[in-house]
C-alpha cells in the first residue's frame, strides 16, 4: 500500500517536471544514496526471509519503473529544448544581406572598379601582367632606343643581375602589359590594364609605389578621332558631369605617334576643385596612335593594323575626384584615413546605378 502511494507520487512528479533539473532534483530524492528508494533498499537486509520474499521484488520492479519513467521524461524535456532552440536560431537565407558590412573599399580599388565599369559598358576586357618586367616588355617593345634618356625618366629600380647579365626591373608603367596582350592575343583589341607600377620618387604627389591604367585599342581602321571620343566619354563618366571640356596637347612618348597629353578644364570654387568647366587645365592622362615599331615588335603588320593606347595614374585619379590632399596617405594604413574616405564594401560602381553612390 506504502509503496503503490510513493510510486504514484513521483510518478505525477515525474511527470509534471517542466525542466531537466527538476528532474534531476526528483531523481537523486528517489535513487540517489539517500534517496526514498534507496533508503527502503537497505530495509531489506533486516526484514524475515519471508517479506523479502515479496518485499524484494516490489522495491526492485519500483525502483526500475521510477528510472524508466525518469529518463523517458528526460527525453521529452530534451528534445523540447532541442525544438526551441531550432526555432530561435532559425536562418531564412531567402532574406536579403543586412547593409551592415565591416571596413571600407580604398579609394584605389574603388577607382580602379569605376574605370573597369566605365570601359566594361564600351566593350573592354580586363588584362593583367607582372609587377616584376625584363628590359624587353618595359622598354624596348615598347620603342625605347637603347641607352636612350627615356629609360632613366622613369627612375627606373633595377633588380639586381642575373647570371646571364640580365637585369629585371620593377615595371615603371602598365604599357608592358600592351605588348603582352598584342603577343598573346589576335586583334582586334580592346583592354584596359590596371595595376601597380614603380618609381624611385616620392614627394606630396608620389609614391615609389603607385597604380595606372593602360588601355589598348587595335583593330584595321581605329584612328585619333575614335582615341578622342573613347577618352572624352571616359572622363565625363568618371567625373559624373554631363559635359566636359577637354584639350589635347601634342606630346611625346616612345611608343605612340602622334602622341597627346589630353587636359580637362577645371575651376576651384572655394576651397573645391570643380572638373569639366572653368579657365584652367589640369593634364590627366597620356595617349597616342600605336607606334608602327611597336606592332612591328610584336609580329603586327602595321599596314594593316593601328590603334591608340593610353595610360593615367589611378591614385591622381582618385586625389581629383574624392579631394584627397597628399597621396602618401593613401598608403600609410591608416584605418581612421580609410574610414574617412574610403567606400561602403556593398555598393558596386555601375554606370547604371551610379558610380559612387
Ligand atoms: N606609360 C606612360 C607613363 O607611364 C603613360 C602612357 C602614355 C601610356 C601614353 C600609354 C600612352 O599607353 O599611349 O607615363
Not at 165 to 193: A, D, F
Request: with cysteine; proline share 6%; aromatic share 8%.
Amino acid at each position: 500500500m506504502e509503496l503503490d502511494q510513493l510510486e504514484q507520487d513521483l510518478t505525477e512528479k515525474i511527470s509534471s517536471a517542466g525542466a531537466e533539473s527538476a528532474l534531476e532534483e526528483i531523481r537523486v530524492a528517489a535513487l540517489g544514496k539517500k534517496g526514498v528508494i534507496s533508503e527502503k533498499m537497505k530495509v531489506l537486509g533486516k526484514v524475515t526471509p519471508e517479506e523479502r520474499k515479496t518485499l524484494g521484488p516490489a522495491l526492485n520492479g519500483l525502483k526500475t519503473r521510477i528510472a524508466d519513467a525518469i529518463s523517458a521524461r528526460k527525453a521529452i524535456l530534451e528534445e523540447a529544448a532541442l525544438d526551441a532552440r531550432l526555432a530561435t536560431e532559425k536562418v531564412d537565407v531567402t532574406l536579403p544581406v543586412r547593409p551592415e558590412p565591416k571596413g571600407k573599399i580604398h579609394p584605389v580599388t574603388q577607382v580602379f572598379e569605376e574605370v573597369a565599369a566605365i570601359f566594361a559598358d564600351m566593350g573592354f576586357e580586363i588584362r593583367e601582367g607582372p609587377d616584376i618586367e625584363d628590359d624587353f616588355h618595359n622598354f624596348t617593345a615598347l620603342n625605347f632606343p637603347p641607352d636612350h634618356p627615356a629609360r632613366e625618366m622613369h627612375d627606373t629600380f633595377f633588380m639586381n643581375e642575373k647570371g646571364n647579365g640580365e637585369r629585371m626591373v620593377l615595371r615603371t608603367h602598365t604599357s608592358p602589359v600592351q605588348i603582352r596582350t598584342m603577343m598573346n592575343e589576335q586583334p582586334p583589341l580592346r583592354v584596359i590594364i590596371p595595376g601597380r607600377t614603380f618609381r624611385c620618387d616620392s614627394d606630396q604627389t608620389h609614391t615609389p609605389m603607385f597604380h595606372q591604367v593602360e588601355g589598348l585599342v587595335i583593330d584595321k581602321e581605329t584612328h585619333m578621332g575614335h582615341l578622342k571620343g573613347t577618352l572624352t566619354e571616359f572622363v565625363k563618366a568618371f567625373f559624373e558631369v554631363d559635359s566636359v571640356k577637354t584639350r589635347f596637347r601634342p606630346h611625346f612618348f616612345p611608343f605612340t605617334e602622334p602622341s597627346a597629353e589630353m587636359d580637362v578644364g577645371y575651376e576651384r570654387v572655394g576651397g573645391e576643385l570643380r572638373i569639366g568647366q572653368g579657365d584652367d587645365w589640369m593634364e590627366i592622362l597620356g595617349s597616342g596612335m600605336v607606334h608602327p615599331n611597336v606592332l612591328r615588335n610584336v609580329g603586327l603588320d602595321p599596314d594593316e593594323y593601328q590603334g591608340f593606347a593610353f595610360g593615367m595614374g589611378v591614385d591622381r585619379l582618385a586625389m581629383l575626384k574624392y579631394g584627397i590632399p597628399d597621396l602618401r596617405d593613401f598608403f600609410a594604413a591608416d584605418a581612421r584615413w580609410l574610414e574617412h574616405y574610403g567606400f561602403d564594401p556593398l555598393d558596386q560602381p555601375s554606370t547604371a546605378t551610379g558610380l559612387s553612390r
